[in-house]
């Protein structure tokens, strides 16, 4: 019996060719795209971050949608820094839709040219200049049905980022 081996799994499992797919046309190097510096950029942070939320360090899922990039100050008060790098974070989606576009800041940092500097930020916690567990504290205990987060804050910023966000989102 002289057998031919098929060529690829497809033929081993059905004996036909699978079918082709036309590979998409890149883009020059010279062409990035804004998702391109979008997705870029959230890889860079979410590693930063050790793949969690830059308030509440739940996991972020392995989506783009559901791993927002958050404007820490908010673009609607300090549009100068809407893509400035110390003012974008990665957040999960309910501390990105709650926090929205509410200023934690102090309103002596608006009218700025440039990004504050992070020892100016003693009224909130800034998740690009802060360490989260020098701030906070949680316990975070989980079920099959059922996950229950206790926060504290064990600094001012702390405090505030609990009273502000995380009591809401617990």
Sequence with gaps: ENKKKPKTVAMAATGEAAPTVKAKRKRGKAKPIISDIKGAFRSYIETAQRNRCCYCRRWLCNSGYSKPIEHILPRNTYEQYSFHFWNLSVACVDCNALKKET??????????????????FTEMFHPRFHRFDEHVRFIRVQTNDHSITLYRGITPQGQKLCDDLLTTIA
């Excluded at 009218?111 to 992070?118: H, Q, V």
């Design 103 to 120: 200023d934690w800041a102090n309103p002596d940092k608006h009218g700025f040219e440039t990004y504050p500097l992070p020892s100016t």
